[in-house]
């Protein structure tokens, strides 16, 4: 089992609406996530953090249900320009050198 | 954006030569990382290193050894690269290993072995 999980998609929307994105994780003792967003042919570039129950950037919500081992991305009011690749990352907990696990991403298009 | 870059970004070779990539940092942080990124898998890291002098092995490093002989600089060389190397490498960095610490990358190199 990869120690972070991601539904692949593409999710294809209309500028906009409502997107979410799950994410699941299997360490349990990870306390600390983070979304990155990837454009094409580009860097991950990090979005969002999340330690606690959640975080909330503008059009932007990451949620964290530590009891179901989940992470989620919310993104309100969708526009053109957030048409990437949104990548999951949980820390490994037994490493002390700060060792991330990524997803392998969700792909979103948002369409005019 | 971070001061991260790499060296070459693009980069054609044949298999058996040995190739070298770099990455330049100017933020002086500790942690540097090297990945790489294929469809189907995601970023897979290679090695990290957490000082110089000091590296390990992440989960696919077979194939590849890593240099660090300066805080700025974290090499990365295929001693005989393979077409399966054919990849996007990426290199990171990281402060520290606190929660709200996380990795920065630079642009990325794409290395074709034919």
């Known amino acids: 089992r990869k120690e972070v999980e991601q539904d692949p998609g593409p999710f294809n929307v209309p500028e906009g609406a409502t997107v979410a994105f799950n994410c699941t994780y299997s360490?349990?003792?990870?306390?600390?996530f983070f979304w990155y967003r990837q454009d094409c042919r580009k860097e991950p570039k990090l979005l969002m953090s999340v330690y606690s129950s959640g975080n909330e950037d503008g059009r932007f919500t990451a949620q964290l249900n530590r009891a179901s081992q989940y992470i989620s991305l919310l993104i309100r009011d969708s526009k053109l320009s957030d048409s990437a690749t949104y990548l999951c990352v949980a820390p490994d907990r037994g490493s002390t050198l700060g060792r991330l696990y990524f997803g392998r991403g969700t792909q979103l298009t948002v369409w005019p | 954006d971070a001061g991260i870059t790499q060296s070459p970004r693009h980069k054609v070779t044949e298999t058996g030569t040995p190739v070298t990539l770099r990455c330049h940092q100017t933020?002086?942080?500790?942690?540097m990382y090297w990945y790489r990124q294929d469809p189907g898998h995601g970023l897979r890291l290679i090695h990290y290193s957490y000082g110089v002098k000091d590296t390990d092995k992440g989960e696919v490093s077979d194939g590849y050894s890593v240099s660090r002989s300066k805080t700025e600089d974290f090499l990365l060389t295929l001693e005989s690269a393979t077409s399966s190397q054919t990849s996007v490498y990426f290199c990171?960095?990281?402060?520290?290993?606190?929660?709200?610490?996380?990795?920065?990358f630079g642009p990325g190199t794409r290395l074709t072995v034919l």
């Open positions: 990171a960095i990281s402060e520290s290993l606190a929660l709200t610490d996380t990795q920065y």
């Open positions: 933020e002086n942080h500790r942690y």
């Open positions: 360490n349990s003792a990870s306390q600390s």
